[in-house]
């Protein structure tokens, strides 16, 4: 079965880094576009990101462009996302999901998220 | 960057009540339209795709229709366990969610 597990949350201070993890396991990763979706506290859903391992083709949401980096690694089946200079209002739950198939983020399994908070 | 607007922000209802969400975009996206269900402290689920389509293992009192920038998502006979909040997605271009249409008791 289809399960994806993120990892690498916590707390840093604005200005900082965090490397967020999503292992994938249950199906071919090198076959789907995956993403990163984020929700702030008591918030709704912001897509963040979606990357291709095939054609490693990326795309981000202006929020976060210049500052995040998704990335593969598909001999780990996993997922990253590199974020850079972190600001209060990235404070949320990250979810890695994959993409139904021949879609680029409109995703059928979702992770149960990783906390990243923001704060001094 | 293409804007989605879901109305009400909050509905209340009744357990057999037949609900309509509506969801508009800021610009023609096709049918690339997905609608997903969130309980508290859970991942989202997806329930419909493609604007029509119900992803396997939904149940049939799910529904979606439109195109262009017009959107509804229709729960026939609302059941207890639909007591959530829901969300509309494009993926026409990027991807932008709604922001969200809360379903509670009445």
């Known amino acids: 079965q289809v399960q994806l597990v993120e990892s690498g949350g916590g707390l840093v201070k604005p200005g900082g880094s965090l490397r967020l993890s999503c292992a994938a396991s249950g199906f071919s990763f090198s076959d789907y576009y995956m993403n990163w979706i984020r929700q702030a506290p008591g918030k709704g859903l912001e897509w963040v990101s979606y990357t291709s391992s095939i054609t490693t083709y990326t795309n981000y949401a202006d929020s976060v462009k210049g500052r995040f980096t998704v990335s593969t690694d598909n001999a780990k089946n996993s997922l990253y996302l590199q974020m850079n200079s972190l600001r209060a209002e990235d404070t949320a739950v990250y979810y890695c999901?994959?993409?139904?198939?021949?879609?680029?983020?409109?995703?059928?399994?979702w992770g149960q998220g990783t906390l990243v908070t923001v704060s001094s | 960057d293409i804007q989605m607007t879901q109305s009400p922000s909050t509905l209340s209802a009744s357990v057999g009540d037949r609900v309509t969400i509506t969801c508009r975009a800021s610009?023609?996206?096709?049918?690339?339209l997905a609608w997903y269900q969130q309980k508290p402290g859970k991942a989202p689920k997806l329930l419909i795709y493609?604007?029509?389509s119900l992803e396997s293992g939904v149940p049939s009192r799910f529904s979606g229709s439109g195109s262009g920038t017009e959107f509804t998502l229709t729960i026939s006979s609302l059941q207890p366990d639909d007591f959530a909040t829901y969300y509309c997605q494009q993926y026409s271009s990027s991807s932008t969610f709604g922001q969200g249409t809360e379903v509670e008791i009445k």
């Open positions: 610009q023609t996206i096709s049918s690339w």
């Open positions: 493609k604007a029509s």
């Open positions: 999901a994959r993409a139904r198939y021949s879609s680029t983020s409109c995703s059928d399994y």
